[in-house]
């Protein structure tokens, strides 16, 4: 199992970027899935969800309204698209599989992740 994220960057505050997570090694089709991301001495904050087929997806309070959340099952992609960008959404940005026996992407544990990306850095700042 492989999920590698990329499209990070640095943007002025207000700007955009798509982030994308290429999967491999298991049926994309199968897993929902997860954007996640850290910031400099903060914990890991959970930003959305998505069901194996996209038709459900699922927002922090913090990111509503400004990122989208969306996947390409042909091409085992998963993507976030970031509009409006604050400072405060600057992070390390990581996709995450969340296990088959959970299921539903209301609510995911932490300990119901089993798969990680490396992480893509967003730096929000003018």
């Known amino acids: 199992v492989q999920l590698v994220e990329s499209g990070g960057g640095m943007v002025q505050p207000g700007g955009s970027l798509r982030l994308s997570c290429a999967a491999s090694g298991f049926t994309f089709s199968n897993y929902d899935m997860s954007w996640v991301r850290q910031a400099p001495g903060k914990g890991a904050e959970w930003i959305s969800s998505i069901n194996t087929g996209g038709g459900a997806a699922y927002y922090a309070d913090s990111v509503k309204g400004r990122f989208t959340i969306s996947r390409d099952n042909a091409k085992n992609t998963l993507y976030l698209q970031m509009n409006n960008l604050k400072p405060e959404d600057t992070a390390l940005y990581y996709c995450?599989?969340?296990?088959?026996?959970?299921?539903?992407?209301?609510?995911?544990?932490?300990?119901?992740?089993?798969?990680w990306g490396q992480g893509t850095q967003v730096t929000v700042s003018s």
């Open positions: 995450a599989r969340i296990k088959s026996s959970w299921t539903t992407i209301v609510v995911v544990p932490w300990e119901k992740y089993d798969y």
